[in-house]
């Protein structure tokens, strides 16, 4: 199975600033890879899918690029809201498989 | 507004088995795949078991593969999964979720989750 791996784990930022994530998958996979916020005691909501594709309500600041291997979610000027962990999915084939995550902390 | 609330958690013995449901409200619960992913306390997000609008292809992660079975009854709107043969590495909040979709094709990420609820195993 293609692993799906998140870095940093942790990140510790200052509202305002630009913040990236990236996910590296084991093998080339294709565009079909979304991105989840997930905040304590809650259930993950969508952001991104098909790699860049911004669900609908999510704010513009977040934002996903990526193709091959490597995949990265930024968010452009970070808010107090944004902290919780952020997880990448591929969903090209079975199984589907989550990162990690990265825990995403306001200074 | 579109609604998944999850039911059936509870704790169980190791071996044992429980079912878990899915009441689905204000969506055309037929258009859609669903999924259950999982979460063991403190850790990452596992999926668990897809199954199509009308139940006729399904997936499953390998590790519940011979022991979880997911299922769904449409007249109900309603999602299954049937745990057997449970493991302490079952433990875990276990999210209904809805498969995005979009101009009639259906992906594999998840756009609307329940709140999850929660399987201990442990004697």
């Known amino acids: 199975d293609i692993q799906m791996t998140q870095s940093p784990s942790t990140l510790s930022a200052s509202v305002g600033d630009r913040v990236a994530i990236t996910c590296r998958a084991s093998k080339t996979i294709n565009i079909l890879l979304a991105w989840y916020q997930q905040k304590p005691g809650k259930a993950p909501k969508l952001l991104i899918y098909k790699t860049s594709t911004l669900q609908s309500g999510v704010p513009s600041r977040f934002s996903g690029t990526g193709s091959g291997t490597e995949f990265t979610l930024t968010i452009s000027s970070l808010q107090p809201d944004d902290f919780g962990t952020y997880y990448c999915?591929?969903?090209?084939?079975?199984?589907?498989?989550f990162g990690g995550g990265t825990t995403v902390e306001i200074k | 507004e579109v609604q998944l609330v999850e039911s059936g958690g509870g704790l169980v013995q190791p071996g044992g088995s429980l079912r878990l449901s899915c009441a689905a409200s204000?969506?055309?619960?037929?258009?859609?795949?669903m999924a259950w992913v999982r979460q063991a306390p403190g850790m990452g997000l596992e999926w668990v078991a897809n199954i199509k609008q009308d139940g006729s292809v399904i997936h499953y992660v390998d590790s519940v593969k011979g022991r979880f079975t997911i299922s769904r009854d449409n007249a109900k709107n309603s999602l299954y999964l049937q745990m057997h043969s449970l493991r302490a590495e079952d433990t875990a909040i276990y999210y209904c979720?809805?498969?995005?979709?979009?101009?009639?094709?259906?992906?594999?990420?998840?756009?609307?989750w329940g709140q999850g609820t929660m399987v201990t195993v442990s004697s």
């Open positions: 204000g969506l055309t619960f037929t258009a859609y795949w």
């Open positions: 999915q591929r969903y090209d084939t079975y199984p589907l498989i």
């Open positions: 979720a809805r498969l995005y979709c979009s101009g009639g094709t259906c992906y594999g990420a998840f756009d609307v």
